[in-house]
């Protein structure tokens, strides 16, 4: 089976930026999606198709891909970013999320 | 506004069935594919299941093959997840979301991007 593995947590100041990598085999040859959860809410699509921002997201917000990396970057973190992340991509017709990641700003 | 609208949760003994259903409203219904992602207490994403726009087309995890069956009603808007031969490992939030294919040089691909989640419904497994 295919997987995606993500740091468990990162750590950032307000104002610094945050980078989140997801690490699969050939990941840079698959369209990858990050998505953003707050505790209690559902998740939100933050970037698709490896560096695309849906309309309503900020452009701090940005994203990359090539290797076996995505990496999520998130430019002059505020409060606000403070969430769990995650890749996705989609591997023989199933959808693989990564193992999630923790934004804490501090 | 895009709404994603889930029912059908509750308590229920392992072995037991149950069928969730999502209900859309603020975009063509017929047009979108679906998925299924739960997500258990505490736990990471995982998805269930997608849906192409006609139906002609479903997918699942490896997870829930042979006991879930995915479906959907163009003419009332809804999305159904029967769920059989339930496990506590099932237990969990399970999510309705909308595909939003990927498109290239005017050439789309399904499945792409999960652009619209719903709220959630709870599905706890458990005598």
């Known amino acids: ?106 | 506004q895009v709404q994603l609208v889930e029912s059908g949760g509750g308590v229920v003994q392992p072995g037991r069935s149950l069928r969730l259903s999502c209900e859309a409203s603020g975009f063509t219904f017929s047009t979108a594919g679906l998925n299924w992602v739960r997500q258990a207490p505490g736990k990471g994403l995982e998805w269930v299941a997608v849906i192409s726009y006609d139906a002609t087309q479903k997918f699942y995890a490896d997870s829930v093959k042979g006991r879930f069956t995915i479906s959907r009603d163009n003419s009332k808007n809804t999305l159904s997840l029967q769920m059989n031969s339930l496990r506590a490992e099932d237990t969990a939030m399970y999510f309705c979301a909308r595909d939003n294919p990927y498109c290239i040089n005017n050439n789309c691909y399904f499945p792409g991007a999960i652009d619209v989640w719903g709220q959630g419904t709870m599905v706890t497994v458990s005598s």
């Open chain 1, 1 to 106: 089976s295919y997987d995606l593995t993500q740091p468990p947590s990162v750590s950032v100041s307000p104002g610094q930026t945050a980078s989140i990598t997801c690490s699969g085999d050939k990941l840079g040859d698959k369209y990858v999606c990050w998505y953003q959860q707050k505790p209690g809410q559902s998740p939100v699509l933050v970037i698709f198709q490896d560096i695309k921002r849906p309309s309503g997201i900020p452009e701090r917000f940005s994203g990359s891909n090539s290797g076996n990396s995505a990496t999520l970057t998130i430019s002059g973190t505020q409060a606000m970013d403070e969430a769990d992340y995650y890749c996705q991509a989609w591997d023989n017709s199933t959808a693989i999320f990564g193992t999630g990641t923790t934004v804490t700003v501090l």
